[in-house]
């Protein structure tokens, strides 16, 4: 795969300062792209002076062409599977924040299996929750802005190949040269393997993760087995910790059939 065309096509964005770039392509619906943002995070603490990162969506093509062609009707009772990619983009709109704070809590409706986060109220819920402006994000959802953002992530997932979420290319500095296609989900070392390869070093400089505290104001919600890896501990041990957070009423517990997560109070 070779990044030259799509880089030359996509000129409004800047080079990346750092020697790699990583594009990570997830479908907000899909139970292992949670996964793999795990190891997303520690791959961030810990070699995340060496890369950039760019999170795209993606959905199957099908799917857009016939949501497509509900444009115009009344999309109040809408449910469809790529409605919550579409809300992703109209939350991001109201900047960086709002929407990291937009998929967690999306994130969150997932993981309860209690709502079906691919109806259009049901979004509506979650941004009011997320504490977006709502009558924005109503105007975001329907806008022309958002279906050209949406649009460009569909043209980075066609150019780049990608048909199975979630994947990560890895490039370096040379355009020329091929990115590393990384399909599917695997253990946090294969990444790390391949990131240190393409950099060409022997050893990677790896960076201490910050206090807990550090570690929410940037990840407001987390799960136990997350932060066990993040700091390389057993589950136990992090369990005890977040509870002492939890005395000190600094975080939340959610807890769900298979893991807890932990948020920002």
Excluded at 37 to 45: D, E, F
Excluded at 74 to 83: A, E, G, K, R
Aim: charged share 25%; proline share 3%; with cysteine.
């Amino acid at each position: 795969m070779n990044n030259l065309d799509l880089v030359q096509e996509m000129d409004h964005q800047a080079k990346p300062l750092k020697p790699m770039e990583l594009y990570v392509f997830f479908d907000p619906l899909n139970p292992e792209c949670w996964e793999l943002q795990g190891i997303i995070r520690k791959l961030q603490i810990e070699y995340g002076h060496y890369f950039s990162m760019r999170f795209v969506l993606s959905t199957k093509l099908f799917t857009l062409n016939k949501i497509s062609k509900t444009v115009n009707v009344d999309t109040t009772n809408l449910s469809h599977p790529v409605l919550a990619s579409v809300a992703v983009k109209a939350a991001e709109l109201q900047g960086k924040r709002a929407g990291n704070r937009f998929l967690h809590k999306l994130q969150e409706y997932l993981l309860l299996q209690t709502k079906d986060v691919s109806s259009y109220a049901i979004l509506l819920e979650i941004a009011e929750e997320s504490e977006l402006d709502q009558e924005e994000f109503k105007r975001d959802f329907h806008s022309v802005h958002t279906a050209k953002a949406f649009q460009c992530d569909m043209h980075i997932t066609r150019e780049m190949e990608i048909d199975e979420v979630p994947s990560i290319v890895f490039f370096n500095e040379c355009i020329e040269d091929e990115g590393v296609k990384v399909s599917g989900l695997y253990s946090y070392d294969v990444y790390q393997t391949i990131l240190q390869e393409m950099l060409g070093q022997e050893r990677l400089n790896r960076q201490s993760p910050p206090s807990l505290e550090e570690l929410f104001s940037k990840y407001s919600t987390l799960a136990t087995r997350e932060i066990a890896s993040i700091y390389n501990i057993s589950e136990q041990t992090a369990e005890r910790e977040l509870k002492k957070q939890l005395l000190q009423q600094k975080l939340e517990r959610i807890n769900l059939p298979d893991q807890t997560l932990w948020t920002l109070k």
